[in-house]
């Protein structure tokens, strides 16, 4: 078992539990105050990852046998950081405007600096978003596979709506029954599922949360003011359930959603759409959207196209035949590849979210 060191007080007692550092992963630590310990303790094999140190403490690391990762400077972001993040960090500065925020100011760095040739940028967005995994699989490393849902959708979905509505109660009756539910981090039927999956309250007081949102029912029209009442909402009812969203910077333009108690960005979106349909062994719900919900569609489709037995299948659900059938007409597809395959018991196409999740008890979710 690996010993993970992600804060001071961590480190201190782990020293204090073992008095030794030897194979001791620590990261993103201020050690500039612990000299002393550092080179009275026995750190062969130890992993020093992006920790602050002075010059002369990481010199005596690395030639006591320790790997010394050094801080990468002049960056929006840690790239080592040993957590997920919460919607208050990335939305810090918000008093400001969206803008002023830790989010924007990632996003900006991020179409400056990452282009083609520029390794260091490259290298930073490399160990971020590993560090972001790192963090995701300690939260999910305790759930059964089997209880964890994927909710996609669009961003499009406006609050107040009667799909915003019912995609919020879907997520709400999933993580009632015990559910951990994930969505793709963003606004729309994405915000709709970490809102439902957050929310502690009654369903009556579910839809009370749904109609206060309205008042700023757009993201694209003004996102100040749609980040503000989110807050806002968050404030005045009970959001206290843990759910995650797994957004990309990869989309600049699509903010991600203040619902979600841990968010897992990303980089990387191809990393980001493995990641998150790979997590969410009890079942994928898709709600309309467009090119990167559809991509999710057939992302999801192939491992269960290869899979030997029904059982190794993750349950996909479509909800809105006619979407589905006419507008984007994904599911004749899906349900062709199918034909003669385990997964064909396993996919779904249902016209509400009441049969979307009849669908995923049937399977065993839930």
């Known amino acids: 078992m690996r010993n993970d060191v992600e804060s001071l007080d961590e480190f201190d007692a782990l020293l204090g539990s073992i008095g030794t550092l030897a194979g001791v992963f620590v990261q993103s630590v201020d050690l500039t105050r612990r000299s002393s310990v550092l080179r009275g303790a026995d750190v062969a094999g130890a992993i020093f990852l992006g920790c602050k140190l002075r010059p002369t403490d990481a010199s005596h690391l690395s030639r006591a046998g320790a790997l010394v990762f050094p801080r990468l400077p002049d960056l929006p972001f840690d790239a080592y950081r040993p957590a997920l993040y919460s919607p208050d960090e990335l939305y810090h500065g918000l008093e400001r405007g969206y803008s002023a925020t830790t989010d924007a100011t990632i996003f900006a760095w991020s179409q400056h600096q990452l282009r083609p040739g520029d390794l260091g940028a490259d290298l930073a967005a490399a160990l971020h978003d590993h560090a972001i995994s790192e963090a995701l699989g300690q939260i999910v490393a305790d759930v059964d596979p089997q209880q964890i849902v994927g909710i996609m959708g669009g961003h499009a979905q406006r609050r107040g709506t009667g799909p915003y509505r019912a995609s919020a109660h879907l997520a709400h009756g999933l993580a009632e029954a015990g559910v951990l539910v994930l969505s793709g981090g963003g606004p729309g ?85 493995d990641i998150l349909l790979r997590l969410c062994r009890g079942g994928l719900v898709y709600l309309p959207g467009a090119a990167g919900t559809v991509q999710e569609v057939f992302q999801a489709v192939t491992p269960n196209y290869y899979a030997a037995a029904e059982e190794a299948v993750v349950p996909l659900v479509l909800v809105g035949a006619e979407f589905w059938t006419e507008t984007v007409p994904a599911w004749p597809l899906l349900h062709a590849l199918a034909a003669g395959r385990p997964m064909a018991e396993r996919i779904h196409l249902v016209d509400s979210v009441q049969d979307a999740f009849a669908a995923l008890r049937a399977t065993g979710t839930s």
């Open 189 to 273: 039927a994405m915000e709709a599922a970490n809102l439902g999956a957050s929310f502690t309250g009654t369903a009556h007081e579910l839809d009370d949360a749904v109609d206060a949102l309205a008042s700023a029912a757009g993201w694209s029209d003004d996102l100040t003011a749609w980040a503000r009442s989110a807050q806002q909402v968050r404030a005045a009812y009970p959001c206290r359930r843990l759910s995650l969203g797994i957004p990309t910077w990869f989309y600049g333009h699509e903010p991600p959603n203040l619902f979600a108690a841990g968010i897992a960005k990303y980089f990387i979106n191809a990393l980001r759409e």
